[in-house]
């Protein structure tokens, strides 16, 4: 039997041209003919595997590595798609698809990602990484590192993703089209999007003048297609069950009459709840994306290694929502019955009537993403080498989110009719029907719809003067719409310097040390505005009609049909600039600049205790910070318009990091690995904005009630002088690699968190902000003041414990080892369990106890199958509330089965179709929805989302 040793390995990977941080003279050096050499050149899905194994067994870390199956082909169609079965991580789903990540218990936000062991740029709102937004052409190999080391600049509490793309010198010539066609299997509900999309890519990696220059290209596009059907609930209101007759001190009812008129068929209980309205909306959407993605290397001499990496993405995503915003019971009416209770929940009703707000929202969203990196390295004698590297990247990004009303004509306007409904509240949301007694209304008629908003919500609208004077029609009758449209911009150039070389020292066998300066600057404008029809006070027909979007996944026939942002980017609109009426637009516009200088240095380990293999690293990081931040404090003025004021605020610190890796080979390629570190996390960019904000509730029960913290007036705000989360983290691992293409693995760990961010709360006067006339109750409550002037001011603070503990057990099998009759097929399958709450009880954000991961495959003859699953179980996430900010929700987890089948012409024996690989691929096969519930209680169900699957037919040909 051969010895499957890493040094092999190494030369082996360096072989089958998927080799990545080897210098041309290391390359060189292994290409040297040794009879234990294994070479492995292995494609499709048992190389990849091999490949992966080979490199995790090879790393001194703790880590989890994906291998692609040939030049430009992962084994998913996006790279958080395969990220996501590997063990530790989990996937999120994001509007169909899996673009988030969670590394043992913590999201993307609190995840290192780099590119060729530089820090990568994304596409988001904070730091965090979209990992389906980069396309899979590009990687070659993708290693996550679970526990870190000193040279590892980009780091985070969770781990660390490095995308590694091919290095092309020394590689024969390679040239390999893509071409994948694909579809939905839920048809579009609304009229003006389809259901289908394409994928393709061009790859080219050659080399030239005696193996002394490399070139890899690579060229993709893409439009793919998303469905969706969503539930999104306001939440649960508590049922009025006041006695009857009880009246407050202005003589005012406090009952609901309806409780006590005899058509309950159920008698509520105090505390019980109901679902107090919803805004949900059929989804159809095309992302595109085009990239390009370039590497040259150049080796002149055996000492000169240079080499130039680029990558540029334009990314663009355009969807329409359409469906309807209604208030239900007690939130949006008191005139409703319940016909069914369950353990609390109102499960069953019915509601006179609410005048429905027609949504045809549209959203467009653009971004590039230019990223260009230069490393250079001299080969100084036989055992020293110095680095140079250099890189810049850069990201433009634009949100247009519109809110479009329609209706049955401008509030104000009478003898409109009223939407009246039944609910039935079932596992995916509240499904209506009709009324018991009133006629329903058809939402459909275009003749019935007007472009005009039913419900007078526009009262920000008050002080503006093109508004005033108009009887019947107050100005908060005029808002028809609004429209959100954030600009972030985000910049990083770094710098690091860096020599290496083989030392004697004892245990020490080589020394790692450098310097890395960074740059980096983020910065958004929370742009909006309030759109109001030109018909105002009047309504008037909507301009072209698109026919209807189909509704009936709720019990509703639909909605009437138009393009919301079309009419906005015509200009059909009067647009009213919301910076001037909202205090929240300025107060989330900020610039936040950072410069880091690390300084590390690492020792490798390389010796025998007991005639056991020992190696390892040790090392140790200083980072020094200096972070700056400049907004904006907003309060409403004397004029009730928005009065803002420059602000700033930023901190330097110094933070220390010592790490500690050791892999001991206790028996021929069996492992027991252990860490020690400390790693952190850096603020989230939103979170180190210095803005303040000053809010009012214009609600009578908040302006009316004297407790602090439930009265009108609140305030929040950032905190530019946030230091890092910082976490102390021990790692133990047994690995076994029984074969080349078989392994098994057991790991422990503890995270001791030891600074998170946290909301902090205070108590303050907002006497001076007060407006008398303004800031006071509605005329149904006879204009009083605030009860209370005192209110509370949220903002981030450091300070916040926590732990986070874990066992992975992972394994990869190949069958032919229980008989040779299985030859091809393999079992590949994870299995995480997680604990840990911080020190105040609160949730980990992006934490399930438990995931799990199983793929099994047959490879033989050139056919491919494989069969996929994931499944995780709840955990804490985000989405987007009010101005397109994120907000926590919980997410009820789920199962994810796709399933793929190939054949590769090779195998075939017909010399014209040599290269040649067609793949049947199908996504979500059981159309898993995505579900979030208020957190309680899983059955109050606040947003449910079904995207049908999908399917995708491939050809792959390369030569």
């Not at 469906?323 to 239900?328: A, M």
Request: charged share 20%; no cysteine; aromatic share 10%.
């Amino acid at each position: 039997m051969k010895n499957f040793k890493p040094n092999l390995i190494k030369a082996a990977l360096i072989t089958s041209g998927f080799a990545f941080g080897m210098t041309p003279a290391l390359a060189q050096e292994n290409n040297v003919q040794d009879e234990n050499l294994e070479v492995i050149q292995v494609s499709g899905i048992r190389g990849s595997l091999m490949r992966a194994q080979a490199l995790k067994m090879d790393n001194s870390s703790i880590v989890e590595v994906l291998s692609a199956e040939d030049i430009g082909k992962l084994p998913d169609t996006s790279v958080a798609e395969s990220l996501a079965r590997l063990p530790g991580i989990a996937g999120e789903r994001r509007n169909g698809r899996t673009s988030g990540l969670s590394i043992r218990g913590f999201n993307e936000n609190y995840v290192g990602t780099s590119l060729n062991g530089r820090e990568l740029l994304g596409m988001g709102d904070n730091r965090g990484v979209e990992y389906d937004l980069y396309p899979t052409e590009i990687v070659t190999n993708v290693v996550v590192y679970k526990t870190p080391e000193a040279g590892l600049i980009t780091q985070g509490v969770g781990g660390t993703v490095d995308l590694q793309t091919i290095k092309p010198l020394g590689q024969k010539r390679t040239i390999a089209f893509n071409a994948d066609y694909e579809q939905n299997g839920q048809d579009s509900a609304n009229p003006d999007y389809d259901n289908k999309g394409h994928r393709l890519s061009f790859n080219y990696v050659d080399s030239f003048a005696d193996d002394t220059l490399g070139l890899a290209l690579v060229i993709a596009s893409m439009e793919t297609p998303r469905q969706e059907e969503q539930f999104r609930g306001w939440g649960y209101a508590t049922v009025n069950t006041t006695a009857e007759n009880t009246f407050d001190d202005n003589g005012n009812p406090q009952w609901n009459p309806r409780r006590y008129d005899g058509n309950d068929t159920v008698q509520a209980s105090a505390g019980d709840v109901v679902s107090g309205g919803h805004d949900s909306f059929v989804r159809s959407a095309m992302m595109e994306r085009d990239s390009i993605a370039a590497v040259v290397q150049w080796a002149p001499s055996e000492k000169l290694n240079v080499q130039l990496d680029a990558l540029y993405i334009d990314f663009s995503e355009n969807d329409v929502r359409r469906g309807l915003e209604e208030g239900g019971a007690e939130w949006g009416t008191s005139q409703y019955n319940i016909t069914g209770i369950e353990d609390g929940l109102v499960t069953s009703g019915y509601y006179d009537g609410f005048y429905s707000v027609i949504r045809n929202d549209g959203r467009s969203q653009d971004a590039e993403l230019t990223t260009i990196g230069l490393n250079v390295e001299y080969q100084i004698n036989d055992n020293w080498s110095a680095v140079v590297d250099y890189s810049t990247g850069k990201v433009d990004k634009t949100i247009a989110d519109i809110e479009s009303y329609s209706g049955v004509g401008r509030a104000g306007i009478d003898g409109r009719p009223i939407t009246a409904r039944s609910w039935q509240q079932t596992a995916t949301g509240v499904v209506f029907s009709d009324h018991p007694t009133i006629a329903p209304v058809d939402l459909t008629d275009p003749s019935l719809i007007t472009l005009a908003g039913p419900q007078a919500w526009g009262g920000s609208l008050d002080p503006v003067a093109a508004f005033q004077g108009v009887d019947g029609f107050a100005p908060n009758t005029a808002q028809d719409g609004f429209v959100n449209k954030p600009v972030f911009a985000e910049d990083l150039d770094s710098l690091r310097l860096e020599i290496n070389g083989a030392v004697d020292w004892s245990i020490f066998s080589q020394l790692t040390a450098g310097v890395v300066y960074s740059e980096r600057t983020k910065s958004k404008v929370n742009n909006g505005a309030y759109l109001t029809a030109p018909t105002w006070p009047n309504d008037g027909p909507i301009p072209n009609v698109l026919g209807y979007a189909d509704l009936s996944f709720l019990g509703i026939k639909g909605v009437v049909a138009y393009d919301g942002l079309a009419l906005y980017n015509e200009g059909y609109y009067i647009a009213t600039d919301a910076a001037d009426l909202e205090t929240g637009r300025l107060g989330d516009s900020y610039e936040v600049k950072e410069e880091l200088t690390t300084v590390f240095a690492r020792l490798d380990i390389d010796t025998e205790i007991s005639g056991m293999f020992l190696r390892g690293n040790v090392g140790l990081q200083v980072v020094s910070a200096d972070q700056k931040s400049f907004g904006f404090g907003t309060v409403t003025g004397p004029t009730r318009y928005v009065d803002a004021t420059p602000l700033e605020g930023g901190d330097s610190y110094t933070d220390v990091l010592p790490t500690l890796n050791l892999s001991l080979e206790v028996a021929d390629n069996q492992f027991i690995r252990t860490g020690l570190s400390k790693v952190l996390t850096r603020p989230r960019m939103d979170d180190m904005r210095p803005n303040t904000t000053v809010s009012f509730s214009f609600n009578d029960n908040s302006i009316l009630n004297p407790t602090v913290g439930q009265g009108p007036f609140s305030g929040n705000s950032g905190n530019p002088m946030l230091k890092p989360i910082e976490a102390n983290q021990f790692d133990l691992s047994y690995e076994n690699y029984f074969a080349e293409d078989g392994f098994f693995a057991v790991s422990f760990f503890f995270k001791d968190l030891k600074n998170w961010h946290e909301t902090g709360i205070t108590v303050a006067d907002f006497s001076e902000y007060y407006i008398p006339g303004y800031h006071d109750s509605s005329d149904l409550t006879d204009n009083q003041p605030p009860a209370t002037l005192l209110g509370t001011v949220t903002y981030r603070q450091d300070g916040l414990q926590g732990i986070v503990k874990g066992w992975e057990l992972q394994g990869s099998i190949p069958m032919s080892m229980l008989h040779e009759s299985l030859a091809g097929f393999g079992i590949v399958a994870s299995a995480t369990f997680l604990d840990g709450e911080f020190d105040d009880g609160s949730q980990i954000p992006g934490l399930s106890d438990e995931a799990y991961s199983l793929t099994a495959y047959y490879e033989n003859s050139g056919f491919e199958i494989r069969l996929s699953g994931t499944k995780r179980s709840s955990f804490l996430s985000e989405t987007r509330g009010i101005s397109l900010s994120l907000v926590n929700a919980t997410d009820n987890g789920g199962e994810l089965l796709d399933a793929q089948i190939g054949y590769d012409f090779s195998e075939s024996g017909i010399e014209s179709l040599e290269g040649l690989r067609i793949t049947l691929k199908g996504q979500n096969l059981t159309d898993e929805p995505t579900i979030q519930s208020n957190g309680t209680d899983a059955r109050q169900i606040t947003q449910y989302q079904s995207y049908g699957r999908n399917f995708l037919l491939g050809l792959n040909y390369s030569f």
